[in-house]
Nanobody
C-alpha cells in the first residue's frame, strides 16, 4: 500500500507560479513511477507529467516549458513546479504512484488561476 498526500495548491494570478508537493508513505520502495494529473471542472482527468525511478521525465506536450516535475529523494517528496500559469490551468491536481502494477492516488489539491 502507498499513501499520497498533496499540498501547495491555492489561488494565483495569471502569469504567477506555484509549486505542488506530494509526500508518499507506506511501501514506497515498490514505486517505479510517480505522476501528476489534473482534472478541470466538468472535464476528464488528464495526465500532466511523470518521473521514473531512474530519473527520466515525461510531460504532456502542451505543458512542456511551463511545468517541471522533480523529486527530492532525501525528503521523499515529489514536486510540480508550475510557471506562467493561465486560467485554463485551473483544476484539481492529483499525485499518482505506480507500484507493483497498482495505481495509487492522493486526495488532490485545488489550483485556481484567476485575477
Amino acid at each position: 500500500q502507498v499513501q499520497l498526500v498533496e499540498s501547495g495548491g491555492g489561488l494565483v494570478q495569471p502569469g504567477g507560479s506555484l509549486r505542488l508537493s506530494c509526500a508518499p508513505s507506506g511501501s514506497i520502495f515498490s514505486i517505479n513511477v510517480m505522476s501528476w494529473y489534473r482534472q478541470a471542472p466538468g472535464k476528464q482527468r488528464d495526465w500532466v507529467a511523470s518521473i521514473f525511478t531512474a530519473g527520466a521525465r515525461t510531460y504532456a506536450e502542451s505543458l512542456k516549458g511551463r511545468f517541471t516535475i522533480s523529486r527530492d529523494n532525501a525528503k521523499n517528496t515529489l514536486y510540480l513546479q508550475m510557471n506562467s500559469l493561465k486560467p485554463e490551468d485551473t483544476a484539481v491536481y492529483y499525485c499518482s504512484a505506480r507500484a507493483a502494477s497498482l495505481s495509487y492516488w492522493g486526495q488532490g489539491t485545488q489550483v485556481t488561476v484567476s485575477s
